[in-house]
């Protein structure tokens, strides 16, 4: 009797903590990754990545425009990763990049250079 419960509360267990890793996973790029850009990005880099958030009028030169695909998809993924990992400065931009290794794990920063990626026109086409 006894060992039947605890079969079934371990039961239990894998199927609910299984649903919340696939949960969690599904989650990631589809609603994460905007949500951070959101909050850290659009400021500076607008809405809709153009560079035209609130404080780029402040800024010279202008946060980087995503939508501009023929300069974006020239840089690979390691450039954009390393900008926002550790700031303008570090890839030879403007300074007023700042610095993101401290707010966004190295799982979020490749989320959002997925979806910086998403915003190009021309779409973006990996070289693998
Ligand atoms: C305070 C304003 C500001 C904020 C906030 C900001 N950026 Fe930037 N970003 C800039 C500026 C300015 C540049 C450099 C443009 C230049 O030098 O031509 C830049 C450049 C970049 C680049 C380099 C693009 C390239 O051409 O290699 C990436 C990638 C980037 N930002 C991503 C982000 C991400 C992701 C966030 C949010 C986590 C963010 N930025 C938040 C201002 C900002």
Redesign the pocket.
């Known amino acids: 009797m006894r060992k039947a419960t605890i079969q079934v509360t371990l039961l239990t267990a894998l199927v609910v903590g299984s649903a919340g890793a696939w949960t969690a996973a599904s989650a990631n790029t589809e609603a994460k990754a905007p949500e ?2 959101t ?7 607008g809405p809709a990545g153009k ?1 035209d ?1 609130a ?2 009028a402040a ?6 425009n ?1 939508t501009d695909g023929e ?2 998809n020239a ?1 690979t993924d390691a ?3 390393k ?2 990992k550790e700031g ?1 400065a570090a ?8 610095t ?1 290794a401290g ?2 794990s190295d799982e979020e ?1 490749k989320e ?2 997925t ?2 990626r998403s915003l190009a026109i021309p779409k973006y086409q990996p070289k693998w």
């Not at 909050?39 to 880099?45: D, G, I, L, R």
């Open positions: 951070k850009f909050t850290f990005c659009v400021p500076c880099h560079g958030g404080a780029a800024l010279n030169p202008k946060p980087r995503f300069l974006m840089k450039q954009l990763i900008a926002i303008g890839v030879g931009l403007s300074s007023f990049m700042p993101w707010q966004l920063i959002i250079v979806y910086i």
